[in-house]
């Protein structure tokens, strides 16, 4: 990862001085962080555009929007785990330490499971598939603290019962656990370490409501322990049970980043996408967003959204910078008008027992008491 | 619900699975009324999946019938008679495993069309196709690899239409999916029911969801009270 400097505002070279330093310092701060890929035959792609964003110890920030925005990308930059034709520019401070340029070895040694968890897309993946939970809880215990050898095995029980991992289940291959046990073993293995940041990217991708309402109440119990997490998302409803704040990606950028409270209910969002993506939900308009997101390799010039956008005029060939928590010409008011849509209860219909949905035999289960926010 | 025309499609008794002593589905009754779009919830594992692949003639049961028209079906796969297979159009969760990886997008969508020997239709037809799912032409001369899912959802969509089915059986179509590609596919979907008249069988675990889309939801536990839960889904 190269810092490249040829480009058209170029971001400052140093972080901002205030980070590390004082009480009021966020856990991660992002500053114009950018990353584009480069092609054959000098072509760029850049995923990741102008993203200045701060996380705070207890604080949740769901990062939503389309797949293919680029919202993955960003994760796997601060990790240090970019392809080679990646390049970066702009800063990434996690406490004092700046994460886009630290190198490998630092990233190894300090970082990854120690200073930031990663909660993977698909847990049965992430976990090694011919280890049981035991065996991979015992190894990371191991590496990322100093456990005296015979205290081990408790240790890793520990682990586990952090993240509400079945004791019982520990002595299982991957392959043996159902999708919530496999996502609590890979939610141990980030725990392991205590890494004030938790990175979470796609937690919930393809598993049904119960589970997906189950493994964000676990995230957010982390977060109350005083975590910081991101998480990545295009589940909306996920993201709007576990979110403080939302920050909307299009097209690499940061288009809006609200209150989850106000983003949610009222006023909602302001900007056009925001309002399309809410809109699109079931419970509400159910109304796609007419076209398709564009190509992060052949963005339209201008705001991105505009092709798709209802509201574009001959403004939107610039790019809007991201004001007062927008970027958009055409933004709603931030007290709008628009009548509040009738919002459903958050669970439709009763609310099944954990028990008789999947092969888990009966883990422990914090229903109700997760989500006190 | 007309009376006359015997239902598109019902399932009688349906118990099917992938080994005998343990069926995933277990006794299964459900009937499709003519046009109608009927949801079948369930969460993850339940069987609902096997059950609509028994119902598009993927999949033999092990025991039960399953009626098209009113009329029995005896072979399953390649041993459908290919009027009743080609009366089903099947859009499954994963477009990357549904779809071949060296074929374009416009000859996914083709494919149908090709397999029966109307070739000849295949341009068109896949003109219509791609506007109805909202496909654009540079889209379709790309494969698979270099569109996103929503992209690819949207051509094995196409390609499920291909045919003109009579029934559409949407298994958990849009689980992968953002909010907006969702709503957009289950927009074309219902805009092809209604100049079409097929009938619908969605199969998915987001109430909110199916109750918005279909004009009648049944769970799968009013199915299938006494079914134990199974891996897979």
């Known amino acids: ?373 | 619900m007309s009376a006359e025309a015997p239902p598109p499609l019902q399932l009688r008794a349906v118990t099917a699975g992938y080994d005998r002593r343990a069926p995933v589905v277990r006794d299964v009754s459900f009937t499709l009324a003519p046009g109608e779009a009927a949801g079948l919830l369930g969460p993850s594992g339940c069987g609902k999946s096997t059950l609509a692949r028994v119902a598009a003639l993927l999949h033999r049961p092990d025991a039960g019938e399953v009626l098209l028209d009113g009329e029995r079906v005896r072979g399953w796969r390649h041993r459908a008679p290919r009027a009743q297979r080609t009366a089903f159009g099947v859009v499954f969760q994963q477009p990357r495993l549904a779809a071949d990886p060296r074929l374009t997008l416009a000859a996914l969508v083709a494919e149908p069309l090709r397999a029966t020997g109307r070739r000849a239709e295949a341009p068109a037809r896949t003109e219509e196709l791609a506007a109805l799912v909202g496909l654009t032409p540079d889209l379709l001369a790309r494969r698979p690899h270099e569109v996103s899912d929503g992209q690819l959802q949207r051509a094995c969509l196409a390609r499920a239409l291909a045919l003109r089915p009579r029934i559409l059986v949407c298994d958990e179509m849009t689980a992968m999916l953002d909010a907006s590609t969702t709503a957009a596919l289950v927009a074309a979907v219902e805009d092809y029911r209604r100049t079409s008249g097929a009938a619908l069988l969605a199969v998915g675990h987001d109430r909110t969801l199916l109750e918005r889309w279909c004009d009648r939801t049944v769970g799968w536990h009013e199915l299938a009270p006494a079914v134990k839960s199974a891996p897979g889904g």
């Open chain 1, 1 to 373: 990862m190269t810092d490249r400097t040829e480009r058209t505002e170029p971001a400052s070279p140093t972080g901002p001085t205030d980070r590390g330093a004082g009480t009021g310092a966020p856990l991660l701060a992002l500053d114009r962080m950018s990353v584009r890929f480069r092609m054959p035959r000098g072509r760029y792609v850049p995923a990741v555009t102008d993203v200045s964003l701060t996380l705070d110890p207890g604080e949740c920030v769901a990062l939503v929007g389309e797949s293919g925005c680029g919202k993955s990308v960003l994760a796997s930059a601060l990790l240090g785990l970019l392809p080679e034709n990646a390049e970066t520019a702009g800063a990434a401070h996690l406490g004092e330490l700046e994460l886009l340029g630290a190198d490998e070895t630092e990233l190894a040694r300090r970082v990854r499971g120690r200073r930031a968890g990663l909660i993977p897309q698909s847990p049965a993946a992430h976990l090694t598939p011919v280890r049981t939970v035991r065996s991979q809880l015992t190894e990371v215990v191991r590496e990322l603290t100093d456990t005296p050898r015979r205290e081990l095995r408790a240790a890793a029980e520990a682990a586990a019962e952090r993240a509400a991992f079945p004791a019982d289940h520990l002595d299982r291959y991957p392959h043996e656990l159902s999708g919530g046990l496999a996502q609590r073993a890979a939610t141990a293995l980030a725990l392991v370490g205590g890494p004030p940041l938790l990175l979470a990217d796609e937690p919930t991708t393809g598993l049904d409501r119960d589970l997906v309402e189950r493994t964000v109440d676990e995230l957010r119990r982390q977060v109350d322990d005083g975590h910081g997490l991101l998480m990545i998302t295009h589940d909306l409803a996920a993201a709007e049970r576990i979110a403080d704040r939302v920050a909307v990606m299009y097209a690499g950028r940061i288009v809006e980043l609200a209150d989850a409270a106000a983003f949610f209910g009222a006023p909602g969002p302001r900007h056009p996408y925001a309002r399309g993506l809410l809109d699109a939900l079931p419970e509400r308009g159910f109304t796609p967003i007419p076209g398709l997101p564009p190509e992060l390799g052949a963005l339209p010039p201008g705001c991105a959204f505009a092709p798709r956008c209802t509201y574009a005029t001959a403004a939107c060939a610039a790019v809007p910078a991201l004001t007062a928590g927008v970027a958009c010409h055409h933004p709603a008011p931030a007290a709008d008008a628009v009548p509040p849509r009738p919002r459903e209860p958050r669970r439709t219909g009763p609310r099944q027992p954990l028990k008789q949905r999947t092969g888990e035999p009966g883990p422990p289960q914090q229903p109700e008491s997760a989500d006190v926010r």
